[in-house]
């Protein structure tokens, strides 16, 4: 990786890389902009583009629209087109302008209130909470009628004056977070001053927030601007959009059938308000994204396939074949599993793991037919039971999964639905198969918990009054409702404390000899794996490198990378000694790789061989396979050249 | 270097020199939501952290270890307590000029090399605030000094990183530059919280022998927090253990964890993953959930889960005992009176 110069960077590309870059990213942004954009052109251009006064009654009143005057004349004998452009310098003025003064109000108390918290933080809070509770119109009456005659300012500054509050509190939030981010505490403890973290640590982290906050005032300003024109509060002999309003109204505009002359003022707010509310959307959508990873999981990748079932008896219960998946992206595919064949016998616990990015996730997400766009699969097989689950129909693969087999991620536990009991969210999982009878229900809901070390009390609780560990016992217990042949974990424990996970990881064992299940379990702990596992698989590079009994791995490893990885831990017991890590870092998946993955971090490579052919994965002892050419002098055939062409496609 | 963690009866502070810190019975309270429920994060806690030593602090989620260092940091102010560095003490209330100049003597290293590098910033603006702030260097020597410390924590060379983006950098790289920046106003004291547990095991192992390393050249004293127990031990020179905001075991690191004395470290020790044992599902006895810190029992906090908890545990807060040379435990059953009662739970007494 090379660091970019910003000072080479093109205009173009600095428009989209800047501060205003979300604007572009966001079509709804850019939509919003150009509108802007466009209006505010024709309001500087306005004594360019038409001749006329807008406030001169120089022509017949209530002429329709048509070639003279483009959108007709008022009961006054103005041109309502002249008015428009000239009407737009006010009405974005006043919307720019209090968009500004809010956003900088609400900015500032926001940032304090998150900033300094405590009392300060109470003041500013219960400041804003009353601003947010008072309704805003009648408030925004009462305050003008009081400035009455102040002119645009003063509409200016009621408007600002009411409408800075909810700014400041959703910027609060968002500050509050960023408060407790590490790197605030960094800076707080490197003695740093409170201006500075203020100004130059959190407000440019908060840059997008801000914009969506001023275009949504902006959005509120013009409306609030219209409303107080045409209630005739404001100040009705300037031309603003809203006072024509006004006019319109108060000369029975819709009575006389002069529709234009609400229409034109009407519907310039409403594309000027729909304008600012697209800006504020989109970069709001951009700058602050709520991951859905529950919702996003569904979507899969299926692939035409010839044969469908073949006979599953003497096979292993899970058998994954010369697979290859990766991800595309605009600068190419990203290899992340290359050729992988792995078998899983009935009842066994694969440990999977390896550095991380070695594409561990991207294996059990492809061979499971869960692996998001742009994640894709090129090549290969996965079969559960002799079912070819990449070539199955959604409809197929939503009867298979759950039922056939299930998952559990690291983040798991915040599939669950917060506002839901947690008994109807397991229910869920056992009547989306056809399980109905109540009483069957619950008898398998007190089970399953039971099972997993939960007391079925807990079916009566909300997951916010459990602890992250029961919460994500009740994801396992979910992913164990339906007995399925197969659970996939990836990283399942890693977010929890070493107790915690002991338990749930016995929970696991004792319910897998039971039940007979066989289990797919990632993580880079290894220490765990080598415990926990019958066999384990290491991957590397996309590549499964070494694969053995577990014991086998942990005091006999055959590959040069599996046994830098096996004292690359400190010991619990035994002699405290000096360990190393192993210097470098994985190629880039991005990239076709040369010879053997390794080849750069391998002490003991043979020059000439490892750098220009690729060890092909041999059994070189009974259930022990090891792609090294230190082991076997193989050359890996050159399968999957045609699957890779398919994924530059 | 043979020794990873440089051995401790040899290394071990002279009687006569101070400590780097001292800790005299740092407590904190935090008041949680509206109803003012107290939270006792840190209750009460002495220890001292001698001149180029490492202690590790060790124990549950929640048991107020990043509390502790936070204090230190003076990020949260202690509720009671004294705190000296390098003999002196510390006013608990610090502000203005004297918190800065504090600051200076004790860095943090923060668990996510994700989080704690502002994205936005280049690593040589973030290398040159702690110089500039604390009078390191000034102008011209900024960027030269950027440099060094960048080659100091093995990323060289250092002008090629300093222009770079933390969004350019692995986890382990950017793990180097969080300590780069910890190291560059030149503390005594570094508080690392989990510096290694957001990390890949083997950039995990290049990151504790940077630590090693740095505190071998330079002579810091380090605090070093994880929930890693074999990490503690290669790490530290001693152990402590934390429960519900009490340490329950302090001493030498081989004896702490090679021969457990308080029944949460031992629960703590048979919960590590041990690659040399075939997973055994009896192994683990305590059951239940940690107590609610703002209700903890009367007595010994791991009572309610304890598999060896007699009457007298329930009477009050246990006292340290010595269990060993420069080893305690809270526990009454190193009170050999006390010890002969009977178990209150005798269906949770180890099976083997
Ligand atoms: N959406 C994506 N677009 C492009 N590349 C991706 C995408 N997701 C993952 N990758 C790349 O694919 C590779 C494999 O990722 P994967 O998540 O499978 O690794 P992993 O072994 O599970 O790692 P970890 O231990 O960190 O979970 C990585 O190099 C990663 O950069
Ligand atoms: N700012 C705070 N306000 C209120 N309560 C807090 C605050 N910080 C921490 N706590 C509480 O204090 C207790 C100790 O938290 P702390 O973060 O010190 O634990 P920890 O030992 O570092 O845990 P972990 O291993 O999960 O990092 C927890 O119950 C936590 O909820
Ligand atoms: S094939 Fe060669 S480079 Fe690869 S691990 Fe074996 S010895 Fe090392
Ligand atoms: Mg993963
Ligand atoms: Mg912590």
Same mark, same amino acid.
């Given at each position: 990786?090379?660091?970019?110069?910003?000072?080479?960077?093109?205009?173009?590309?600095?428009?989209?890389?800047?501060?205003?870059?979300?604007?572009?990213?966001?079509?709804?942004?850019?939509?919003?902009?150009?509108?802007?954009?466009?209006?505010?052109?024709?309001?500087?251009?306005?004594?360019?583009?038409?001749?006329?006064?807008?406030?001169?009654?120089?022509?017949?009143?209530?002429?329709?629209?048509?070639?003279?005057?483009?959108?007709?004349?008022?009961?006054?004998?103005?041109?309502?087109?002249?008015?428009?452009? $000239?009407?737009?310098?006010?009405?974005?003025?006043?919307?720019?302008?209090?968009?500004?003064?809010?956003?900088?109000?609400?900015?500032?108390?926001?940032?304090?209130?998150?900033?300094?918290?405590?009392?300060?933080?109470?003041?500013?809070?219960?400041?804003?909470?009353?601003?947010?509770?008072?309704?805003?119109?009648?408030?925004?009456?009462?305050?003008?009628?009081?400035?009455?005659?102040?002119?645009?300012?003063?509409?200016?500054?009621?408007?600002?004056?009411?409408?800075?509050?909810?700014?400041?509190?959703?910027?609060?939030?968002?500050?509050?977070?960023?408060?407790?981010?590490?790197?605030?505490?960094?800076?707080?403890?490197?003695?740093?001053?409170?201006?500075?973290?203020?100004?130059?640590?959190?407000?440019?982290?908060?840059?997008?927030?801000?914009?969506?906050?001023?275009?949504?005032?902006?959005? $509120?300003?013009?409306?609030?601007?219209? !409303?107080?024109?045409?209630?005739?509060?404001?100040?009705?002999?300037?031309?603003?959009?809203?006072?024509?309003? $006004?006019?319109?109204?108060?000369?029975?505009?819709?009575?006389?059938?002069?529709?234009?002359?609400?229409?034109?003022?009407?519907?310039?707010?409403?594309?000027?308000?729909?304008?600012?509310?697209?800006?504020?959307?989109?970069?709001?959508?951009?700058?602050?994204?709520?991951?859905?990873?529950?919702?996003? !999981?569904?979507?899969?990748?299926?692939?035409?396939?010839?044969?469908?079932?073949?006979?599953?008896?003497?096979?292993?219960?899970?058998?994954?074949?010369?697979?290859?998946?990766?991800?595309?992206?605009?600068?190419?595919?990203?290899?992340?599993?290359?050729?992988?064949?792995?078998?899983?016998?009935?009842?066994?616990?694969?440990?999977?793991?390896?550095?991380?990015?070695?594409?561990?996730?991207?294996?059990?997400?492809?061979?499971?037919?869960?692996?998001?766009?742009?994640?894709?699969?090129?090549?290969?097989?996965?079969?559960?039971?002799?079912?070819?689950?990449?070539?199955?129909?959604?409809? %197929?693969?939503?009867?298979?999964?759950?039922?056939?087999?299930?998952?559990?991620?690291?983040?798991?536990?915040?599939?669950?639905?917060?506002?839901?009991?947690?008994?109807?969210?397991?229910?869920?999982?056992?009547?989306?198969?056809?399980?109905?009878?109540?009483?069957?229900? %619950?008898?398998?809901?007190?089970?399953?918990?039971?099972?997993?070390?939960?007391?079925?009390?807990?079916?009566?609780?909300?997951?916010?009054?459990?602890?992250?560990?029961?919460?994500?016992?009740?994801?396992?217990?979910?992913?164990?409702?339906?007995?399925?042949?197969?659970?996939?974990?990836?990283?399942?424990?890693?977010?929890?404390?070493?107790?915690?996970?002991?338990?749930?990881?016995?929970?696991?064992?004792?319910?897998?000899?039971?039940?007979?299940?066989?289990?797919?379990?990632?993580?880079?702990?290894?220490?765990?794996?080598?415990?926990?596992?019958?066999?384990?698989?290491?991957?590397?590079?996309?590549?499964?490198? &070494?694969?053995?009994?577990?014991?086998?791995?942990?005091?006999?490893?055959?590959?040069?990378?599996?046994?830098?990885?096996?004292?690359?831990?400190?010991?619990?017991?035994?002699?405290?000694?000096?360990?190393?890590?192993?210097?470098?870092?994985?190629?880039?998946?991005?990239?076709?790789?040369?010879?053997?993955?390794?080849? &750069?971090?391998?002490?003991?490579?043979?020059?000439?061989?490892?750098?220009?052919?690729?060890?092909?994965?041999?059994?070189?002892?009974?259930?022990?396979?090891?792609?090294?050419?230190?082991?076997?002098?193989?050359?890996?055939?050159?399968?999957?050249?045609?699957?890779?062409?398919?994924?530059?496609? | 270097?043979?020794?990873?963690?440089?051995?401790?009866?040899?290394?071990?502070?002279?009687?006569?020199?101070?400590?780097?810190?001292?800790?005299?019975?740092?407590?904190?309270?935090?008041?949680?939501?509206?109803?003012?429920?107290?939270?006792?994060?840190?209750?009460?806690?002495?220890?001292?952290?001698?001149?180029?030593?490492?202690?590790?602090?060790?124990?549950?989620?929640?048991?107020?270890?990043?509390?502790?260092?936070?204090?230190?940091?003076?990020?949260?102010?202690?509720?009671?307590?004294?705190?000296?560095?390098?003999?002196?003490?510390?006013?608990?209330?610090?502000?203005?000029?004297?918190?800065?100049?504090?600051?200076?003597?004790?860095?943090?290293?923060?668990?996510?090399?994700?989080?704690?590098?502002?994205?936005?910033?280049?690593?040589?603006?973030?290398?040159?605030?702690?110089?500039?702030?604390?009078?390191?260097?000034?102008?011209? =020597?900024?960027?030269?000094?950027?440099?060094?410390?960048?080659?100091?924590?093995?990323?060289?060379?250092? +002008?090629?990183?300093?222009?770079?983006?933390?969004?350019?950098?692995?986890?382990?790289?950017?793990?180097?530059?969080?300590?780069?920046?910890?190291?560059?106003?030149?503390?005594?004291?570094?508080?690392? =919280?989990?510096?290694?547990?957001?990390?890949?095991?083997?950039?995990?192992?290049?990151?504790?022998?940077?630590?090693?390393?740095?505190?071998?050249?330079?002579?810091?004293?380090?605090?070093?927090?994880?929930?890693?127990? +074999?990490?503690?031990? #290669?790490?530290?020179?001693?152990?402590?253990?934390?429960?519900?905001?009490?340490?329950?075991?302090?001493?030498?690191?081989?004896?702490?964890?090679?021969?457990?004395?308080?029944? #949460?470290?031992?629960?703590?020790?048979?919960?590590?993953?041990?690659?040399?044992?075939?997973?055994?599902?009896?192994?683990?006895?305590?059951?239940?959930?940690?107590?609610?810190?703002?209700?903890?029992?009367?007595?010994?906090?791991?009572?309610?889960?304890?598999?060896?908890?007699?009457?007298?545990?329930?009477?009050?807060?246990?006292?340290?005992?010595?269990?060993?040379?420069?080893?305690?435990?809270?526990?009454?059953?190193?009170?050999?009176?006390?010890?002969?009662?009977?178990?209150?739970?005798?269906?949770?007494?180890?099976?083997?």
């Amino acid at each position: 990786m090379t660091a970019i110069p910003i000072a080479r960077l093109t205009p173009l590309a600095w428009l989209r890389a800047g501060p205003l870059g979300v604007i572009w990213r966001s079509p709804r942004a850019t939509t919003g902009a150009v509108i802007i954009l466009l209006i505010a052109v024709l309001a500087l251009l306005a004594p360019l583009i038409s001749s006329y006064d807008p406030s001169s009654g120089a022509f017949t009143p209530w002429i329709k629209p048509g070639v003279g005057h483009l959108l007709g004349t008022t009961a006054l004998g103005q041109d309502i087109f002249t008015q428009m452009l $000239y009407g737009a310098r006010l009405t974005l003025l006043i919307g720019i302008a209090s968009g500004l003064i809010s956003t900088a109000i609400g900015t500032a108390l926001g940032l304090t209130a998150a900033y300094y918290g405590g009392r300060t933080g109470e003041v500013i809070n219960t400041v804003t909470n009353i601003f947010l509770v008072l309704p805003g119109l009648p408030l925004l009456i009462i305050v003008s009628a009081f400035l009455r005659g102040g002119g645009v300012w003063a509409i200016i500054l009621v408007i600002s004056l009411t409408g800075w509050a909810w700014g400041a509190r959703v910027l609060r939030s968002q500050a509050l977070t960023l408060r407790n981010r590490d790197f605030i505490h960094a800076a707080v403890s490197t003695g740093e001053s409170p201006a500075r973290i203020i100004f130059k640590e959190m407000l440019p982290n908060l840059a997008g927030i801000i914009a969506a906050n001023f275009f949504g005032t902006a959005l $509120y300003a013009v409306l609030s601007e219209a !409303a107080l024109s045409f209630i005739g509060i404001g100040d009705v002999s300037k031309v603003t959009w809203g006072t024509m309003l $006004y006019w319109a109204q108060a000369k029975n505009a819709l009575l006389q059938g002069a529709w234009w002359w609400v229409g034109a003022p009407g519907l310039g707010i409403a594309v000027l308000g729909m304008a600012f509310a697209f800006l504020n959307f989109g970069v709001d959508e951009i700058s602050n994204p709520r991951s859905n990873h529950a919702g996003k !999981a569904t979507r899969v990748l299926r692939r035409k396939s010839v044969p469908k079932v073949v006979d599953a008896a003497g096979l292993p219960l899970m058998s994954i074949q010369h697979l290859d998946a990766g991800y595309v992206t605009p600068s190419g595919p990203v290899r992340a599993v290359r050729d992988v064949s792995l078998d899983v016998a009935p009842g066994e616990f694969l440990g999977l793991a390896g550095e991380s990015g070695c594409g561990k996730s991207t294996l059990a997400f492809a061979a499971t037919r869960l692996l998001d766009a742009p994640g894709a699969v090129f090549g290969g097989e996965a079969r559960l039971a002799g079912q070819d689950l990449l070539s199955l129909t959604p409809e %197929e693969l939503r009867r298979t999964r759950w039922k056939d087999y299930s998952l559990v991620f690291q983040a798991s536990m915040n599939i669950l639905n917060p506002v839901i009991k947690v008994r109807e969210q397991v229910y869920d999982a056992m009547q989306a198969h056809g399980v109905h009878d109540k009483t069957k229900l %619950e008898a398998r809901a007190r089970e399953l918990f039971e099972l997993v070390g939960i007391r079925p009390d807990y079916l009566d609780a909300f997951p916010h009054q459990l602890s992250g560990g029961m919460k994500q016992r009740v994801v396992i217990a979910i992913a164990l409702a339906l007995e399925p042949k197969l659970v996939v974990m990836d990283e399942p424990t890693t977010a929890l404390d070493v107790v915690v996970q002991r338990q749930i990881l016995q929970e696991i064992d004792q319910v897998r000899r039971r039940l007979g299940i066989s289990i797919i379990f990632i993580t880079h702990d290894l220490s765990l794996l080598v415990e926990m596992s019958d066999r384990i698989a290491i991957m590397y590079a996309g590549e499964v490198v &070494e694969e053995a009994p577990a014991q086998q791995i942990y005091t006999a490893p055959k590959h040069p990378y599996t046994q830098r990885l096996m004292t690359a831990f400190p010991p619990l017991s035994g002699a405290r000694e000096r360990r190393e890590g192993i210097p470098g870092r994985p190629p880039s998946l991005a990239q076709e790789i040369v010879g053997c993955p390794f080849y &750069e971090r391998c002490a003991v490579h043979l020059p000439g061989t490892c750098d220009v052919k690729k060890p092909a994965n041999v059994e070189v002892e009974p259930g022990h396979r090891v792609a090294c050419f230190l082991q076997s002098p193989a050359v890996k055939p050159a399968v999957y050249q045609e699957e890779h062409d398919l994924a530059s496609d | 270097m043979t020794s990873p963690a440089t051995d401790a009866t040899a290394r071990s502070p002279q009687a006569t020199s101070l400590p780097a810190l001292e800790l005299g019975g740092l407590t904190k309270v935090f008041v949680v939501g509206r109803g003012g429920k107290k939270v006792t994060a840190v209750n009460n806690v002495s220890l001292h952290i001698g001149r180029g030593e490492v202690l590790a602090l060790v124990g549950e989620s929640g048991s107020g270890k990043s509390t502790i260092a936070r204090l230190i940091a003076h990020l949260h102010e202690p509720s009671s307590g004294s705190m000296k560095l390098s003999g002196q003490v510390v006013p608990n209330n610090l502000r203005g000029a004297a918190l800065t100049k504090f600051r200076k003597h004790v860095q943090m290293i923060f668990q996510d090399p994700y989080g704690s590098l502002n994205g936005l910033n280049t690593i040589g603006y973030i290398l040159s605030r702690p110089l500039v702030i604390h009078g390191i260097a000034r102008g011209k =020597d900024i960027p030269a000094q950027v440099n060094t410390l960048l080659e100091r924590v093995g990323l060289a060379p250092g +002008a090629t990183w300093a222009a770079k983006k933390p969004h350019e950098l692995s986890g382990g790289q950017r793990q180097r530059v969080v300590i780069a920046r910890a190291l560059a106003a030149r503390p005594e004291l570094i508080l690392a =919280d989990e510096p290694t547990s957001a990390l890949d095991v083997s950039i995990r192992l290049d990151i504790m022998n940077l630590l090693l390393d740095l505190k071998d050249q330079e002579g810091l004293s380090m605090l070093f927090i994880t929930h890693d127990l +074999a990490g503690a031990r #290669y790490m530290a020179d001693r152990v402590s253990v934390m429960y519900t905001g009490y340490i329950v075991e302090i001493g030498p690191s081989d004896q702490v964890i090679d021969a457990p004395q308080h029944p #949460y470290t031992q629960l703590l020790r048979s919960a590590a993953p041990k690659p040399d044992e075939a997973m055994r599902p009896e192994r683990v006895e305590a059951r239940g959930e940690v107590p609610d810190l703002s209700n903890l029992p009367p007595g010994c906090p791991f009572e309610p889960r304890c598999p060896q908890a007699r009457a007298a545990c329930r009477e009050g807060l246990p006292r340290m005992y010595d269990v060993g040379p420069g080893h305690q435990a809270r526990c009454i059953l190193h009170d050999p009176a006390l010890a002969q009662q009977p178990l209150l739970h005798p269906e949770r007494a180890p099976t083997v």
